[in-house]
């Protein structure tokens, strides 16, 4: 079936940066938009990120300026580039995608297994 795969993750001084990966694979007719999401320990999963099929971005307001979503179509997959991490983007990273299966046609959502970025001195 299909599925979402996340690499990238790790620990990182303040002021450091890391590149998280997802990519989809299985028998998929098509992606619409991909997203990344976080949850700091004891909070709520919160939007960071999203890209839509066609290239288009939205950010969190905190990581304006700091973190870049980007996309390859024909890889299928998703990066998440973060520059001068500070603590409190410490949390659990989670892929998303909205992704059509073959021979279902009707989009559903797609979680990653989630990968832990710690930001500490």
């Known amino acids: 079936q299909v599925q979402l795969l996340e690499s990238g993750g790790g620990l990182v001084q303040p002021g450091g940066s890391l590149r998280l990966s997802c990519a989809a694979s299985?028998?998929?007719?098509?992606?619409?938009?991909m997203a990344w999401y976080r949850q700091p320990p004891g909070k709520e999963r919160q939007l960071v990120a999203d890209i839509t099929s066609g290239g288009s971005t939205t950010y969190q307001d905190s990581v304006k300026g700091r973190f870049v979503i980007s996309r390859d179509n024909e890889k299928k997959t998703v990066w998440l580039q973060m520059n001068s991490l500070k603590p409190d983007d410490t949390a659990l990273y989670y892929c998303h995608a909205d992704i059509v299966p073959d021979y279902f046609r009707t989009s559903r959502n797609y979680w990653g297994q989630g990968t832990q970025v710690t930001v500490s001195s």
């Open positions: 299985g028998s998929i007719f098509s992606i619409n938009t």
